[in-house]
């Protein structure tokens, strides 16, 4: 409390706690708070007002009821709070009110004028209205204590750098502003996110004797005040790039237009080759005896035939997307057409596959909790696709663009499965199940693709050929088809080899592999057995002196389904009949609790010349002949996306817990362990069943008991069972489990019968994982409180995208989150080009800006700590004298230190005058009371609060 007001402090401290509000300098110019609290500076308050402008009160007499009723209450429930009623429109904030309490009076009245009267303009008038509205019959006035604030607004920004870089016109993307590449999503405010910046100068406490201010002079020099405070107003909603492309993304995602009904004004025929062809030559290079004469193109120019052998007529209107947008959008998705050896140099990114072979670029900012996102790894074609829609529906025509693009990509990758070319960018083997279910496909038609080109390997002869291991990667240029050819018409059967299998085939002795919980499941399971389906591999073989046999790779064609290897209980296998590959149900019974060892060996199976070896199975010996034990080729177990374990897993479910259903499931489900043990059986013949599972699952062999485990000994377990059923068969004649041509169809269909906007809700995933690994690249510039924003939306994100269903609603609640980011990373970069930008101190005080700038995007107003003689008090300094210097034509001089402070700022847009002192009133013998007066002055509004205190019980 001010000296002044020491000698009444015990008379003011039994005043209602409103009434010594008004006398407190730490409610002065609050800065966010009601504009009664900034006026008054009391904390506690009651405002009646009417609900509706309509019922405003506008006649005072009015008023003076409300208020009187008002007295009345306040004095009936000794309630010290002071009360105000709102009169006249809202929008005008003019209040009259009263308090009591302690036998002392304040009324709070309010003048509200749009302009200022000329008589008012200064302090000095001010001061002369004060102490005439406060005249009482002492001889003199207590000085008058003043608080002076003056706030100067800067508005041009002539001198700062539009937030987005100019498009360049002769680039890929022409006028869009914010693009420059479709590896990723543009980012950033399109308009200046901040609008205006207020410098307060404050002067918190001044004497009414030491300060002048009148129309000719003024001590007020804003660079002579002790406090400082920046406040910055933002634009609300300011244009941000990706928030924009995100909810145009989202937009799209909602409609319900197939592709044929959105391109249908095109046309579609073969190009002019193919319409020329006579259709009765179809089947003329089959005939052809020269078939060597054919030559099959390079791959880079057969990837160029691909895209050009639809033509497209417009019927009616222009092509969503023009021939050279489109050319560059499949030569970015499909970059092996123009770089024959792009598929041997770059490898795609695997996440969870390949850790210690991330992109560097990707370890300094990705942060942990990305590697849980179910979308796709940076760098496939997948995240390339899903960067590519967004920016084609923001920029190209919305969601017809996007259908010509999915289209064309289609057409692309059924070119490739048929030509055999690997499609880039998709990681090698089976579907990763952390993936989106768009990745998957991708990765299970490489797969196909795979095995479709390992299948065209040179035959070196007409029935037995001994065929070296194939590299995948190698085998991509272009095959030998005239030999392939004429070795296949030499042939009696279909000759084919075995893929590489370093998983399956490479098994060593005891490993903690558990095969045995492993189990295939077949989909077709009314006839997957039938004779009349049965398909084998006639594959060429030919036997080492040791009699393993080489690697080999296989090619066959089927429709057979595979389904997932699932564990089976030996209480549900007690109850299933054994089958053998023609589904007829085996004649021999299983009568005691396990099979002898002697009775467990096939007969046909001794004397059998050996098939099918990879090599010797370590120091492993065969139980009953003491030959070495040897690891068979084996097929691969057959690649499952998610939707089809879904599919698998509902088919397993409706089969019921009936014996029927038992029967039927165990069929479905000895797939690959019947075709592993008729390898194993073809490798090792004279084995038995405790031989095959020392090497498939040793854990189940108790190797100082010799016998099998408790569980393989249960009356009517399946291994037993299957066991007893299998043939000695080696892989080249058995019935494949993966049929590459059937799933290769079921996925081509799948990416032809989708939606335009069900493939970009295919891509959300995708989209907002891209999105926040953007933000993540900015988040430094955030404030350390929106960093911690972003990481809980990331958090919430990653559970988002691995939920079973993609919930659009939900996706545009993260996009709203992820625009707030964006907003107030666009407002940070803004705010430190303008302070930072202007800093001349290359020494290493930027810290202090960088801090600053920080609070003001926390705080709703920062205070210069050391006002104008600090760093940031001259940078704001500078930045004011060049906008008035530009403002007034004067010449820009970026190395004056010091300024003329006559010119540094321009008028006061608001000028705050608070004056208080302590008086008795009404009469000389009254109690000392507060007294207060509040002014503000605007270019279009002038206003006056006064709170007038005066003794109820000594008059």
């Keep these: 409390m001010p000296a002044i007001y020491m000698q009444h402090s015990l008379c003011l401290d039994l005043l209602p706690t409103a009434m010594q509000d008004l006398l407190s300098m730490d409610n002065d110019f609050p800065p966010r708070a009601h504009c009664l609290s900034r006026w008054y500076g009391i904390r506690e308050f009651l405002v009646l007002s009417t609900a509706h402008d309509s019922e405003a009160v506008l006649s005072e007499s009015r008023c003076n009821l409300l208020l009187s009723s008002a007295c009345i209450a306040l004095s009936n429930t000794n309630c010290q709070l002071p009360m105000f009623v709102q009169v006249h429109q809202k929008w005008r904030k003019l209040y009259m009110g009263v308090c009591e309490g302690a036998g002392v009076r304040t009324d709070f009245q309010m003048v509200h004028l749009k302009k200022t009267p000329h008589s008012c303009q200064h302090l000095s008038a001010l001061l002369d209205l004060f102490k005439g509205k406060i005249a009482s019959s002492v001889a003199r006035i207590p000085p008058v204590k003043i608080a002076v604030r003056f706030t100067y607004v800067l508005q041009d920004w002539n001198q700062t750098t539009w937030p ?148 497209r007529h417009v019927a009616s209107g222009e092509a969503p997307l023009s021939a050279d947008v489109l050319s560059e959008l499949i030569d970015y998705l499909f970059p092996d057409a123009l770089d024959s050896a792009y598929m041997e140099k770059a490898l795609p990114q695997g996440a969870e596959e390949a850790t210690d072979n991330e992109n560097k670029d990707e370890k300094e900012y990705v942060k942990e909790i990305f590697k849980s996102f179910k979308s796709a790894p940076l760098s496939s074609l997948t995240f390339k696709l899903a960067t590519c829609f967004c920016h084609v529906n923001h920029s190209y025509g919305s969601l017809r663009a996007l259908a010509h693009l999915w289209q064309e990509l289609t057409f692309e990758v059924r070119y490739r499965w048929e030509h055999g070319y690997l499609i880039p960018d998709v990681e090698k083997g089976a579907p990763n199940l952390a993936h989106c279910l768009l990745h998957q496909k991708l990765q299970m038609l490489n797969c196909c693709i795979a095995r479709k080109r390992n299948g065209g390997a040179d035959l070196k002869s007409s029935s037995t050929v001994s065929i070296s291991s194939v590299d995948n990667s190698s085998s991509r240029t272009s095959l030998n088809t005239s030999t392939l050819y004429s070795s296949a018409l030499k042939s009696s059967t279909a000759a084919a080899v075995q893929p590489d299998k370093p998983a399956a085939a490479d098994r060593k002795g005891p490993t903690d592999h558990e095969r045995s919980h492993d189990l295939d499941v077949s989909a077709d399971h009314e006839g997957y057995m039938s004779d009349g389906d049965d398909e084998f591999f006639e594959c060429a073989e030919a036997l080492s002196d040791s009699g393993s046999a080489e690697e080999t790779v296989c090619k066959v064609t089927s429709d057979e389904k595979t389904l997932e290897e699932m564990e089976i209980t030996a209480e549900d296998s007690s109850q299933m009949s054994v089958y053998d590959r023609t589904g007829v149900q085996s004649e021999s019974k299983m009568d005691g609790a396990c ?54 897993a509902d088919a397993l479910t409706r089969l019921g817990t009936t014996a029927e259903g038992a029967h039927l499931r165990a069929r479905m489900q000895s797939t690959c362990l019947h075709a592993d043990m008729q390898a194993f059986k073809a490798a090792n013949p004279g084995c038995v069943l405790e031989d095959f599972v020392r090497w498939y699952s040793p854990r189940d062999y108790c190797a100082e008991e010799g016998k099998l485990s408790n569980r393989m000994q249960l009356h009517g377990n399946l291994w037993q069972e299957v066991w007893q059923m299998s043939k000695p068969i080696p892989v080249r004649r058995q019935k ?118 920080s609070s003001l995007l926390e705080l709703p107003e920062v205070i210069v700590t050391g006002a104008a003689k600090s760093l940031t008090g001259t940078v704001v300094h500078r930045m004011f004298a060049k906008a008035q210097r530009q403002a007034t034509g004067e010449e820009i001089v970026d190395d004056d230190p010091h300024p003329n402070s006559a010119s540094s700022f321009p008028h006061p847009a608001a000028r705050e005058y608070i004056l208080r002192t302590v008086v008795s009133r009404p009469a000389p013998y009254s109690r000392p009371t507060p007294q207060k007066m509040y002014c503000v002055l605007l270019n279009e509004d002038f206003r006056l609060a006064g709170a007038f205190s005066q003794d109820t019980l000594f008059q």
């Design 736 to 853: 494949r489990l993966f049929d590459d041509t059937n799933e290769a169809e079921k996925v081509l269909h799948f990416f032809e019968s989708l939606k335009p906007a069900q493939v970009a809700l295919h891509l959300m995933p995708v989209i907002i994982h891209a999105a926040l690994l953007r933000i993540s690249q900015l988040e430094e510039s955030a404030a350390p409180a929106m960093q911690a924003s972003i990481e809980n939306i990331s958090k919430r994100a990653a559970a988002l995208t691995r939920r079973p269903t993609i919930d659009i609603q939900k996706y545009e609640e993260t996009i709203y989150s992820i625009n707030k980011i964006e907003t107030s990373i666009a407002r940070a970069q803004a705010l430190k080009e303008r302070f930072l930008g202007q800093s001349k101190d290359k020494r290493g005080k930027e810290r202090e800006l960088e801090k600053f700038v």
């Design 595 to 648: 099979l002898s060892r002697e009775d467990s060996v096939y007969k046909d199976s001794i004397g059998e010349q050996p098939e099918g070896r990879l090599k010797e199975c370590g120091d492993l010996k065969l139980l009953n002949t003491d030959e070495p034990l040897y690891i068979p080729i084996t097929q691969e177990p057959a690649p499952l996306t998610e939707d089809m374990l879904e599919e698998q």
């Design 164 to 311: 987005q870089a100019p498009p360049d016109l002769d680039g890929d993307f022409g006028d869009i502003v914010g693009c420059s590449d479709y590896s990723s999503l543009p980012f950033g405010a399109c308009e200046d996110p901040i609008t205006e910046i207020h410098l307060s100068t404050t002067w918190p406490s001044l004497s009414e004797d030491v300060v002048v201010d009148n129309d000719v002079y003024t001590d007020l020099d804003p660079l002579q005040a002790p406090q400082w405070s920046v406040r910055v107003r933002m634009n609300d909603e300011p244009q941000c790039l990706l928030s924009e492309y995100l909810f145009s993304f989202a937009k799209a995602c909602r409609r319900k237009e197939t592709t044929d009904e959105l391109l249908e004004s095109f046309e579609m025929q073969r190009d002019g080759r193919e319409d020329e062809t006579d259709m009765s030559q179809a089947l003329q290079k089959l005939t052809n005896a020269d078939i060597s004469a054919v030559s099959l193109p390079r791959l880079s120019k057969a990837m160029k035939k691909a895209r050009t052998r639809i033509k």
